[in-house]
C-alpha cells in the first residue's frame, strides 16, 4: 500500500490524500461504536469512534486484514463541532488502534444514523495482497 502525495502539497494530519494499492478488496458495512451486544456504552463521540474502529479491524480479522491494509475510511458523524472538541482524543485512541497508518478518509455530518444512539459510523475498504 502506498501514500500518494502530490509534489508541493502541504501533508495532511490524520490522512493521506489518497492510497495505492493491488490486491482482494475487502468492504464493510456502516459500522458503529456499539459492542459486540449491540449496545452503546458511551454516549461520547471518542469513545464511539475508537469503538467503531475496533469493530472495523474485528471484521476485517476474520479475513486475515488488519490496521495497516484500511485503504479508505467514510466516517459520517452527527456534529462535526463534537468531532472538532473530541480530535484530540479521537487521535490519541486512533494510534492506540490503528498505529501509524493514515489510509485516504472522509469526515461527513448528517443529521442522524439509523441506529439512533450511534453518533459515527464508519465504512471501511480494505486490500488484501492476493
Same mark, same amino acid.
Given at each position: 500500500?502506498? @501514500?500518494?502525495?502530490p509534489?508541493g502539497?502541504?501533508?495532511p494530519?490524520g490522512?493521506?490524500n ?6 482482494? /478488496? /475487502?468492504v464493510?458495512?456502516?459500522v458503529?461504536?456499539?459492542?459486540? &451486544? &449491540?449496545?452503546?456504552?458511551?454516549d461520547?463521540?471518542? $469513545?464511539?469512534f ?7 479491524l474485528? /471484521?476485517?480479522? =476474520? $479475513?486475515g ?9 467514510? =466516517?459520517?458523524?452527527?456534529?462535526? $463541532?463534537?468531532y ?6 479521537i487521535?490519541t485512541?486512533?494510534?492506540?488502534i490503528m ?15 439509523v &441506529?439512533? $444512539? @450511534?453518533?459515527?459510523? /464508519?465504512? @471501511?475498504?480494505?486490500?488484501?495482497p492476493?
Amino acid at each position: 500500500m502506498k @501514500a500518494l502525495q502530490p509534489p508541493g502539497w502541504p501533508r495532511p494530519k490524520g490522512y493521506s490524500n489518497g492510497m495505492a494499492a493491488r490486491g482482494r /478488496i /475487502i468492504v464493510t458495512a456502516g459500522v458503529v461504536g456499539w459492542n459486540e &451486544e &449491540e449496545r452503546f456504552t458511551s454516549d461520547r463521540l471518542a $469513545d464511539q469512534f475508537a469503538q467503531a474502529l475496533r469493530n472495523i479491524l474485528a /471484521i476485517l480479522a =476474520c $479475513d486475515g486484514a488488519g490496521p495497516g491494509r484500511i485503504a479508505r475510511l467514510t =466516517c459520517y458523524v452527527t456534529s462535526i $463541532d463534537e468531532y472538532l472538541e473530541s480530535a484530540k482524543e479521537i487521535g490519541t485512541a486512533w494510534r492506540e488502534i490503528m498505529g501509524k497508518h493514515y489510509p485516504a478518509m472522509a469526515l461527513v455530518e448528517v443529521v442522524r444514523l439509523v &441506529e439512533r $444512539d @450511534a453518533k459515527v459510523e /464508519i465504512e @471501511a475498504t480494505a486490500v488484501v495482497p492476493e
